[in-house]
């Protein structure tokens, strides 16, 4: 059985308070200079914490304090298309289809874990993300996983959205916003770091 942990709650007011706290800075920043370029990297589903930060950062760019360059999935919570798919179509939902969304990477860069084996060696784990599959109450066959945010295993809660993913894939989408913008771009990344790691293998410069 899937262990629930009871911190989670407060897990996901402290992610939600750190985003705010961000959005709060760059606004005050905004003041004196241009409004700041940021990209969300996410895990998204609906609803969760990683959905209120991207509220927040909508909110902020609709009042001018900020400019969201850009939504990016990662695997983590999901896979990436379950995450592709909320993230359109909760923008749809709060008015802002607009945002560009780019799909990036469930594949960790040293490759899927052996979560079976992990449980086996270690007891099972606290929380396991994609990694479990709550209509089998055991762990993901990776081999079956949805493929397609189009193409869902099982049909979403909101429906498909009608806004299409950009073609041009998370990491590069990442090394273009900051090759245009030098020192520009701030990158909220609440999901797992793997399209970061990716954008970096490919273009080091990226940290400088």
Known sequence: MLKIETGSVFKLQKKLRLSI????????????IAAPKVILDTDMI?????????????????AGMLNLLGVTTVGGN???????????????LIGRPDIPVYQGTDEPLAGFRNMREEARLYGMPIFCGAYWDF???DFT??????????????????????????????????????????????????GAATNIATALRKYPALAE
């Open 135 to 137: 209509s089998r109450d």
């Open 78 to 92: 999901v896979f990436v298309p379950e995450a592709t798919t909320s993230t359109l179509r909760q923008l749809e």
């Open 141 to 190: 066959d990776l081999s079956k996983r949805s493929m397609h945010y189009l193409k869902l295993n099982s049909v979403p809660p909101y429906g498909y959205p009608e806004t299409r993913a950009k073609e041009l894939p998370a990491w590069d989408f990442i090394i273009e916003s900051v090759k245009a913008n030098p020192g520009e771009v701030t990158i909220m990344a609440i």
């Open 46 to 62: 609906y609803l969760n914490d990683d959905a209120l930060a991207m509220f927040v950062l909508t909110q902020a760019d609709n």
């Open 21 to 32: 706290l961000v959005v709060a800075v760059l606004c005050i920043s905004s003041r004196a």
